[in-house]
């Protein structure tokens, strides 16, 4: 999960990338940019015509604590639908 619910697109080294952060909406959009990868790795697209923009790898502040929120969150949403 990000904070701004925007998945990441990290440069780690050369041709060594990484996407993360879908929020749990990752089949589609991991599919599509998935394309846009193979070609970013190949030398077809630059980074200025990747859909995002290249960050560093930064560590999520408070992080325990929005995974806790978040699976009180989701098991309190599981209870209320199954009931």
Not at 33 to 37: D, E, Q
Not at 77 to 80: G, I
């Given at each position: 999960m990000t904070t701004d619910n925007v998945p990441r697109f990290h440069k780690l080294a050369?041709?060594?990338v990484a996407v993360s952060?879908?929020?749990g909406r990752?089949?589609?959009p991991g599919t599509a940019?998935?394309?846009?990868?193979a070609d970013y790795i190949?030398?077809?697209i630059g980074d200025d015509e990747m859909p995002l923009p290249p960050t560093s790898?930064?560590?999520t502040r408070f992080r325990r604590l929005?995974?806790?929120a978040y699976e009180l969150g989701s098991q309190a949403?599981?209870?209320?639908v199954t009931k």
């Open positions: 050369d041709n060594v952060g879908y929020n990752g089949i589609a940019f998935g394309k846009v990868i190949r030398g077809n790898v930064s560590e929005r995974e806790v949403v599981h209870l209320l």
